[in-house]
């Protein structure tokens, strides 16, 4: 079965701690994203990579960091900089090749900073 | 600075009935266009999408509509059924080049059908 999978689901972390989101796909695809989704609020981009060893800030990128040493994983650690870490994470991929290629996206990850 | 407007929160729908979702749009450079469906603690589905050379795509039970003059688009469903309550979110991204899509979304609409 090609999907991506996000782990843990759930993740609780006290406030000045880094924390290291997991994100990995077997689809194949070129391309992966990062976004964070806060409540009554849509879909905001933190990084993107377009291929390995790549990558791109976002809408949103301060207090976060991600690392592309692999096409399937595309690991995002949100750091003590990140003045409001408690979100839903949201990670995707797409084909990367073809313009308007539609985003496949994992099942998120909740953060909670105590 | 809001790009992607979705300006309805919210929609209650009785079931068999044409559910309509509207999004508008301000940046011109926005060239593709496309609908997820979320449930909640999920991660979107995609729906449908339309390009910018259209103004109409169909899938079933769903349609797109584009309207570029007025930087609008719409999402129709008939006939609603009650599995497709969930948020709806428009994306929109610009042309210019392959690879990695920034797309940019829109706040959501939770739609309800009421059997």
């Known amino acids: 079965d090609g999907g991506i999978t996000q782990s843990p689901k759930y993740l609780f972390r006290k406030e000045g701690q880094n924390v290291t989101l997991s994100c990995e796909q077997n689809l194949n695809h070129d391309a992966m994203y990062w976004y964070r989704q806060d409540p009554g609020q849509g879909l905001r981009l933190i990084y993107y990579?377009?291929?390995?060893?790549?990558?791109q800030k976002g809408d949103i990128a301060e207090g976060y960091s991600v690392s592309r040493e692999k096409k399937e994983s595309f690991p995002l650690t949100v750091t003590s900089a990140q003045k409001n870490p408690t979100a839903f994470y949201l990670c995707?991929?797409?084909?990367?090749?073809?313009?308007?290629?539609?985003?496949?996206f994992g099942p998120g990850t909740r953060l909670t900073v105590l | 600075d809001q790009q992607v407007k979705q300006n309805s929160p919210s929609l209650s729908v009785q079931e068999g009935r044409i559910s309509i979702l509207n999004c508008d749009y301000t940046?011109?450079?926005?060239?593709?266009f496309l609908w997820y469906k979320k449930y909640p603690a999920e991660g979107p589905t995609f729906l449908i999408s339309?390009?910018?050379?259209?103004d109409k795509n169909e899938d079933g039970r769903f349609t797109v509509f584009l309207n570029k003059s007025a930087k609008h688009l719409s999402l129709h469903i008939v006939p609603s059924q009650p599995g497709d309550s969930a948020v709806y979110f428009c994306a929109a991204s610009a042309q210019g080049r392959q690879g990695a899509q920034k797309l940019v979304f829109g706040q959501g609409t939770r739609l309800t059908i009421n059997p």
């Open positions: 990579s377009q291929i390995v060893n790549d990558f």
């Open positions: 940046n011109s450079m926005f060239d593709y």
């Open positions: 339309i390009s910018s050379i259209k």
């Open positions: 995707a991929s797409s084909i990367g090749d073809t313009r308007g290629d539609e985003q496949f």
